[in-house]
């Protein structure tokens, strides 16, 4: 999930794939505009065929919380 997850990152923000790790704020450890994040959450949505609520995704710190939360989907 980890590796899935870090291809959409890298679409939408200029990082290196090693350098998104579980452990990394979703929102202060990756730079990408609002714009960007919310690009982001629609193509997770559309990949795993999920929707996300504005709650959970205002509770999404790190990107071990993203993958969490797409998992219990």
Do not use: H, W, Y
Not at 33 to 56: G, K
Request: net charge negative; hydrophobic share 45%; proline share 3%.
């Amino acid at each position: 999930m980890l590796e899935r997850l870090r291809e959409f990152i890298c679409d939408f923000a200029s990082v290196e794939p090693a350098s998104i790790t579980e452990d990394v704020n979703i929102r202060e450890g990756i730079p990408m505009d609002s714009m960007s994040f919310l690009n982001l959450i629609i193509a997770i949505e559309d990949e795993f065929n999920i929707v996300l609520t504005q709650d959970e995704i205002r509770n999404v710190v790190t990107v071990g919380d993203f993958i969490r939360l797409i998992e219990s989907k």
